[in-house]
């Protein structure tokens, strides 16, 4: 028997591997299912590629790849006789070891039920099957690589610790930084780079406070690179970024050991300019507090849970509820609400056949395969099937009511999207809690960038907004455009209806502060959902406001309306804030938002009789004294990363050939100048010197006029153009899409993905109702990467414009006193009643509460 055994692998032998180290085995779900060992059929596991797949899904990979040898892995689940748990009886295993590490329904592996796994080879495509472990019949090559896919650990288990703990290094400049004190306080809020006024990427300098601006990075990061080049001026070693500061700690990064580090004394150095980040509150996620204040959320975790109410559980198609897998509600409830509108369902859902036949040879780094396999899971009801009601009246009669969790909703779990959206991303990539519209702009970005070519989706939410800008001084005024995918609203505490009861609250706080004595019970201010929208389309200053009638600064104000409204409107309410310490802050608002809004007054009316334009002038460009000497041999010494260079020069490369790859792709790594290479290498000056293009190549009419500033300053730098061209995109396109993000290339590289040439003409087609507009769109007060901003000369962005009434149809609300805390609950309307989605539960909703939501979704109402 062995040596027929051993005669039947050997054709299949060199399909055969063992797994490496940092080969990932996929051996507790399916990539395009949430079958797993537990399922009916099991889990089929590649011995080549150590992907898992479903009964119904492996024959698809068999056709495809031609790999015959699969592991057959099956979990059996069984109750416990009567009597045997807790009576020391030992649970009965076969092959106890089968399943080293495996992630399933843990929940269910307790003392109530016991397991049985086996394991067996199957063969394709005649389905023989060999059960394990047969050490002595089969090969030593086959013994070895199937002990190694039975105890591999978990695909995802190998990724958390590590990129977090075992890479990041502490800083050896963290102990004895020296920390200068000039008195520089940095504010909570409206931070920009010292240098380019840029407002993302900011980092800020540990030693003197300065906060400048990082490298641009296709990561969504942009910047101009001015805090490197404060540490080269200065050799000050270390900087955290902004937007990362949590009481969990900051990304800190050092620029003379070239990587980012840990710093144990963050806390303190942010202390030295006003951040103070041991008050910050925290919350686990179950809701207890880690510390002794009062109890003011505690009303809104019952509230908004619906907690004392007996929920029914519903199930079937839509109501599959998703797994948390710690601090990843924030998560479900944005896949939730996104899978409830028929578009998502209809491009992912309704094309699955096609996405998974047509996926990558590992679907489990497919964004289209991804979504299509939670869309199925959420959809089908295959993963949310009612107790059958013999077997409820069978547990009742023996009173044992705790073996009914075995027949409670158990949810899919989403952690293989998770892995495959987060990934690169610092924040999302973590087990942090996070902030769910946030997560919901970076989806969008997604779903943009891999719908190209293809129906977006994405389209539903995108809308345009008209930006008014006046001069105070002159009336003059300025109407330009940009994309949004969400409003947000402020919460006005002053126009609480209950403002009275709020001031006598206050009154008594601080009496029980001074005499010791408990607080009272926290009074929720109670805000008019129409003051919300008062507060947002009110008349703002605009900072450092730069007058093209007067050419220079003076005082203005911006007013925003709704130049287009999307079919499905965002909305955001503003609840979190910073304190002047730091400390993130919950506003205790309940708004009165309404189930149907009429926002056609909000309508936008473009430029007005008896208004007078401000003049197309941009400002002048400002060099510091020490640069406006050497801004020329700038150009002629291009910055140029000479490690990156001779990298790419000792794999035989022509040592120009290298410097201008490293040029043209932005000193971005040896990895992106290596693909120019690929890509130029055949043409005639590969291996000539860089030459770089003079400013006399924007074209001589742009000095001829009298506007020829202003042409120049709206035209984009030809470097950038030259880096764009390099990549391989055309001129003309190029040069839209800088336009159409402030000449920021890594903008203008996610408008060129989301944008393709061939799209153009056919982007008037798409948009419904819409009037063409000449003015340019502007990229100001861009709330996230997903945002476009096209150029007046192009089509134009598709949206889906029609009346502004709508119908609310989902809410996503919070629990907790910050968005990096907490937990999230999402409320959907189905078949004209409520549905609470928490987590893995999913039943019916007694009493929504509205009020207490954090975004909104409203779907539009059809004319009639």
């Given at each position: 028997?062995?040596?027929?055994?051993?005669?039947?692998?050997?054709?299949?032998?060199?399909?055969?591997?063992?797994?490496?180290?940092?080969?990932?085995?996929?051996?507790?779900?399916?990539?395009?299912?949430?079958?797993?060992?537990?399922?009916?059929?099991?889990?089929?596991?590649?011995?080549?590629?150590?992907?898992?797949?479903?009964?119904?899904?492996?024959?698809?990979?068999?056709?495809?790849?031609?790999?015959?040898?699969?592991?057959?892995?099956?979990?059996?689940?069984?109750?416990?006789?009567?009597?045997?748990?807790?009576?020391?009886?030992?649970?009965?295993?076969?092959?106890?070891?089968?399943?080293?590490?495996?992630?399933?329904?843990?929940?269910?592996?307790?003392?109530?039920?016991?397991?049985?796994?086996?394991?067996?080879?199957?063969?394709?495509?005649?389905?023989?099957?060999?059960?394990?472990?047969?050490?002595?019949?089969?090969?030593?090559?086959?013994?070895?690589?199937?002990?190694?896919?039975?105890?591999?650990?978990?695909?995802?288990?190998?990724?958390?610790?590590?990129?977090?703990?075992?890479?990041?290094?502490?800083?050896?400049?963290?102990?004895?930084?020296?920390?200068?004190?000039?008195?520089?306080?940095?504010?909570?809020?409206?931070?920009?780079?010292?240098?380019?006024?840029?407002?993302?990427?900011?980092?800020?300098?540990?030693?003197?406070?300065?906060?400048?601006?990082?490298?641009?990075?296709?990561?969504?990061?942009?910047?101009?690179?001015?805090?490197?080049?404060?540490?080269?001026?200065?050799?000050?070693?270390?900087?955290?970024?902004?937007?990362?500061?949590?009481?969990?700690?900051?990304?800190?990064?050092?620029?003379?050991?070239?990587?980012?580090?840990?710093?144990?004394?963050?806390?303190?150095?942010?202390?030295?300019?006003?951040?103070?980040?041991?008050?910050?509150?925290?919350?686990?996620?179950?809701?207890?507090?880690?510390?002794?204040?009062?109890?003011?959320?505690?009303?809104?975790?019952?509230?908004?849970?619906?907690?004392?109410?007996?929920?029914?559980?519903?199930?079937?198609?839509?109501?599959?509820?998703?797994?948390?897998?710690?601090?990843?509600?924030?998560?479900?409830?944005?896949?939730?609400?996104?899978?409830?509108?028929?578009?998502?369902?209809?491009?992912?859902?309704?094309?699955?056949?096609?996405?998974?036949?047509?996926?990558?040879?590992?679907?489990?780094?497919?964004?289209?395969?991804?979504?299509?396999?939670?869309?199925?899971?959420?959809?089908?009801?295959?993963?949310?099937?009612?107790?059958?009601?013999?077997?409820?009246?069978?547990?009742?009669?023996?009173?044992?009511?705790?073996?009914?969790?075995?027949h409670q909703q158990k949810g899919i779990s989403a952690r293989m999207l998770k892995a495959l959206v987060s990934r690169g991303h610092p924040e999302f990539s973590s087990n942090r809690q996070q902030d769910a519209h946030e997560f919901l702009l970076h989806m969008i970005n997604l779903v943009e960038r891999n719908s190209a070519g293809s129906e977006n989706p994405s389209d539903v939410f995108r809308f345009l907004v008209e930006e008014r800008v006046q001069c105070c001084q002159t009336r003059r005024v300025r109407y330009t455009q940009r994309v949004d995918y969400c409003i947000q609203l402020p919460a006005p505490f002053e126009a609480a209806s209950n403002r009275e009861e709020l001031l006598a609250y206050e009154v008594k706080r601080k009496?029980?502060?001074?005499?010791?004595?408990?607080?009272?019970?926290?009074?929720?201010?109670?805000?008019?959902?129409?003051?919300?929208?008062?507060?947002?389309?009110?008349?703002?200053?605009?900072?450092?406001?730069?007058?093209?009638?007067?050419?220079?600064?003076?005082?203005?104000?911006?007013?925003?309306?709704?130049?287009?409204?999307?079919?499905?409107?965002?909305?955001?309410?503003?609840?979190?804030?910073?304190?002047?310490?730091?400390?993130?802050?919950?506003?205790?608002?309940?708004?009165?938002?309404?189930?149907?809004?009429?926002?056609?007054?909000?309508?936008?009316?473009?430029?007005?009789?008896?208004?007078?334009?401000?003049?197309?002038?941009?400002?002048?460009?400002?060099?510091p004294e020490d640069t406006r000497d050497n801004s020329m041999s700038s150009l002629d010494s291009p910055e140029i990363d000479e490690a990156a260079v001779m990298q790419l020069a000792e794999m035989g490369f022509p040592l120009e050939a290298c410097r201008k790859a490293v040029y043209y792709t932005g000193n971005m790594g040896p990895e992106m100048a290596f693909n120019w290479i690929i890509a130029h290498m055949e043409e005639p000056d590969f291996a000539e010197p860089l030459t770089l293009p003079s400013m006399i190549d924007l074209g001589p009419s742009a000095g001829d006029s009298p506007t020829g500033a202003a042409l120049l300053g709206n035209s984009p730098p030809e470097e950038s153009i030259a880096i764009l061209t390099s990549m391989?995109?055309?001129?003309?396109?190029?040069?839209?899409?800088?336009?159409?993000?402030?000449?920021?290339?890594?903008?203008?590289?996610?408008?060129?993905?989301?944008?393709?040439?061939?799209?153009?003409?056919?982007?008037?087609?798409?948009?419904?109702?819409?009037?063409?507009?000449?003015?340019?769109?502007?990229?100001?007060?861009?709330?996230?990467?997903?945002?476009?901003?096209?150029?007046?000369?192009?089509?134009?962005?598709?949206?889906?414009?029609?009346?502004?009434?709508?119908?609310?149809?989902?809410?996503?609300?919070?629990?907790?006193?910050?968005?990096?805390?907490?937990?999230?609950?999402?409320?959907?309307?189905?078949?004209?009643?409520?549905?609470?989605?928490?987590?893995?539960?999913?039943?019916?909703?007694?009493?929504?509460?509205?009020?207490?939501?954090?975004?909104?979704?409203?779907?539009?109402?059809?004319?009639?």
């Amino acid at each position: 028997m062995a040596a027929d055994l051993g005669e039947l692998l050997v054709p299949y032998m060199p399909t055969i591997r063992v797994p490496r180290t940092g080969d990932r085995v996929f051996k507790s779900e399916c990539a395009f299912s949430f079958d797993s060992p537990e399922s009916e059929g099991g889990l089929y596991v590649c011995m080549n590629t150590f992907l898992g797949f479903g009964r119904e899904h492996v024959e698809r990979h068999y056709r495809k790849t031609g790999q015959s040898v699969y592991m057959h892995l099956k979990r059996h689940v069984k109750e416990k006789a009567t009597g045997a748990a807790g009576g020391g009886a030992i649970p009965r295993r076969r092959n106890g070891k089968v399943f080293l590490d495996l992630e399933l329904n843990r929940d269910f592996n307790g003392e109530d039920y016991e397991y049985e796994d086996e394991a067996k080879l199957v063969i394709f495509p005649d389905h023989f099957e060999i059960p394990l472990p047969n050490i002595e019949e089969l090969p030593a090559l086959v013994t070895i690589a199937c002990d190694a896919v039975l105890n591999a650990p978990s695909a995802y288990k190998k990724q958390e610790p590590e990129s977090w703990e075992e890479e990041i290094q502490v800083s050896r400049h963290a102990r004895s930084l020296r920390q200068l004190d000039n008195g520089v306080r940095i504010p909570p809020s409206g931070w920009k780079c010292q240098k380019c006024e840029m407002r993302e990427n900011l980092w800020l300098n540990l030693t003197d406070g300065a906060v400048l601006c990082g490298k641009w990075f296709f990561d969504g990061s942009g910047g101009n690179g001015h805090a490197l080049e404060h540490y080269r001026e200065t050799n000050y070693p270390l900087a955290v970024k902004l937007d990362t500061i949590t009481p969990d700690g900051a990304d800190v990064y050092s620029f003379e050991e070239e990587e980012a580090v840990l710093d144990p004394h963050v806390s303190e150095h942010l202390s030295h300019f006003g951040i103070d980040m041991l008050q910050m509150q925290k919350r686990t996620e179950n809701g207890h507090h880690t510390d002794n204040k009062p109890r003011p959320r505690v009303s809104e975790w019952e509230m908004i849970q619906e907690s004392g109410m007996k929920l029914k559980e519903v199930y079937g198609s839509g109501y599959t509820g998703i797994k948390n897998l710690g601090n990843s509600c924030y998560l479900s409830t944005v896949m939730h609400v996104l899978f409830s509108i028929p578009d998502f369902q209809r491009m992912y859902v309704g094309n699955l056949q096609r996405i998974f036949d047509y996926s990558p040879l590992d679907p489990t780094q497919d964004f289209a395969t991804q979504m299509a396999k939670l869309g199925h899971g959420l959809l089908s009801g295959q993963y949310s099937k009612p107790p059958m009601k013999s077997e409820l009246i069978e547990q009742v009669m023996k009173e044992e009511y705790k073996v009914l969790n075995w027949h409670q909703q158990k949810g899919i779990s989403a952690r293989m999207l998770k892995a495959l959206v987060s990934r690169g991303h610092p924040e999302f990539s973590s087990n942090r809690q996070q902030d769910a519209h946030e997560f919901l702009l970076h989806m969008i970005n997604l779903v943009e960038r891999n719908s190209a070519g293809s129906e977006n989706p994405s389209d539903v939410f995108r809308f345009l907004v008209e930006e008014r800008v006046q001069c105070c001084q002159t009336r003059r005024v300025r109407y330009t455009q940009r994309v949004d995918y969400c409003i947000q609203l402020p919460a006005p505490f002053e126009a609480a209806s209950n403002r009275e009861e709020l001031l006598a609250y206050e009154v008594k706080r601080k009496e029980a502060e001074e005499n010791m004595r408990p607080t009272p019970e926290p009074v929720r201010a109670r805000i008019p959902f129409t003051a919300c929208l008062q507060a947002f389309t009110e008349p703002e200053n605009v900072p450092d406001f730069w007058s093209s009638a007067l050419q220079a600064k003076s005082a203005g104000v911006k007013t925003s309306r709704f130049a287009s409204f999307p079919e499905y409107l965002v909305v955001q309410i503003k609840k979190f804030t910073f304190g002047v310490d730091w400390v993130p802050k919950k506003l205790d608002v309940a708004i009165d938002v309404p189930d149907f809004l009429d926002l056609n007054r909000l309508r936008a009316t473009g430029l007005q009789a008896g208004e007078e334009e401000l003049p197309d002038l941009m400002p002048p460009i400002v060099l510091p004294e020490d640069t406006r000497d050497n801004s020329m041999s700038s150009l002629d010494s291009p910055e140029i990363d000479e490690a990156a260079v001779m990298q790419l020069a000792e794999m035989g490369f022509p040592l120009e050939a290298c410097r201008k790859a490293v040029y043209y792709t932005g000193n971005m790594g040896p990895e992106m100048a290596f693909n120019w290479i690929i890509a130029h290498m055949e043409e005639p000056d590969f291996a000539e010197p860089l030459t770089l293009p003079s400013m006399i190549d924007l074209g001589p009419s742009a000095g001829d006029s009298p506007t020829g500033a202003a042409l120049l300053g709206n035209s984009p730098p030809e470097e950038s153009i030259a880096i764009l061209t390099s990549m391989g995109f055309p001129r003309t396109h190029s040069i839209h899409a800088l336009k159409a993000t402030n000449n920021n290339l890594e903008r203008a590289l996610d408008w060129i993905f989301t944008h393709p040439e061939e799209e153009e003409s056919d982007a008037l087609s798409d948009m419904a109702d819409t009037e063409p507009n000449d003015n340019a769109f502007s990229n100001a007060n861009s709330h996230s990467d997903s945002t476009l901003s096209p150029d007046g000369d192009v089509s134009g962005p598709r949206v889906k414009d029609g009346p502004g009434r709508y119908e609310l149809f989902a809410f996503i609300s919070h629990m907790g006193a910050s968005t990096m805390s907490g937990h999230y609950v999402c409320h959907i309307k189905k078949e004209g009643r409520w549905v609470i989605y928490n987590d893995h539960k999913v039943c019916l909703s007694e009493r929504p509460p509205k009020d207490l939501g954090y975004i909104y979704f409203y779907h539009r109402l059809s004319s009639s």
